[in-house]
């Protein structure tokens, strides 16, 4: 009778356990919505770091190739 009612307590633990994790990450989630924070993070973060990773990119110039000239490495394959 003892083994059983340690299996059920025991089952019973691991159920609010998990619902209590649950909880939290939808309270978390929530929150990241409410204020809106994955925006924030593109917007203030990863958004200027992208912007200087690639304006500091090395580009050829387009004015500098002659009119005349297909290079089709320049200009892409052509099919």
Given at each position: ?79
């Amino acid at each position: 009778m003892k083994k059983a009612k340690k299996k059920k307590n025991k089952a019973v633990r691991f159920v609010k356990k998990t619902l209590g994790i649950a909880a939290l990450a939808y309270a978390g989630l929530f929150c990241v919505f409410y204020y809106d924070l994955d925006g924030k993070l593109l917007y203030y973060v990863v958004e200027p770091f992208m912007k200087n990773h690639f304006d500091n990119m090395e580009r050829r110039d387009p004015h500098t190739v002659p009119y005349d000239q297909i290079d089709s490495e320049y200009m892409g394959k052509s099919y």
